[in-house]
């Protein structure tokens, strides 16, 4: 007769947070804490990078839509201030954003 090597027991995932004993939240912002500071330095890079890009991409779509004497009326006081705004409205939305973002 042959039997089955028995299974290895599957790891689970541990509820509580290593760092600080808090539970876990399913979020997909990493925690600051977990962090050293050559990685916060990069993820700084990386979010401020991707602010210039996305600002670039407004500030010459806004441009564009300047050469279209029909629209160059309403693009400039109304589109352009909107379109202004929106880096500043992502970043109030995602820094308001999880588990814990009146604490934080």
């Given at each position: 007769c042959h039997?089955?090597?028995?299974r290895p027991a599957s790891p689970t995932p541990?509820?509580?947070h290593q760092a600080s004993g808090r539970p876990k939240m399913d979020s997909p912002f990493v925690d600051p804490g977990e962090l050293n500071s050559s990685q916060l330095i990069f993820?700084?890079?990386v979010y401020a990078t991707v602010l210039y890009q996305a600002s670039n991409l407004i500030s010459g779509?806004?441009?564009?839509?300047?050469?279209?004497p029909s629209v160059a009326a309403l693009v400039g006081s109304v589109v352009l201030p909107i379109l202004g705004a929106v880096p500043d409205?992502?970043?109030?939305?995602?820094?308001?954003?999880?588990?814990?973002?009146?604490e934080t």
């Open positions: 039997r089955a090597a028995p541990s509820l509580v993820l700084t890079l779509g806004s441009e564009l839509l300047m050469l279209l409205g992502m970043m109030v939305l995602f820094s308001g954003v999880g588990p814990n973002a009146q």
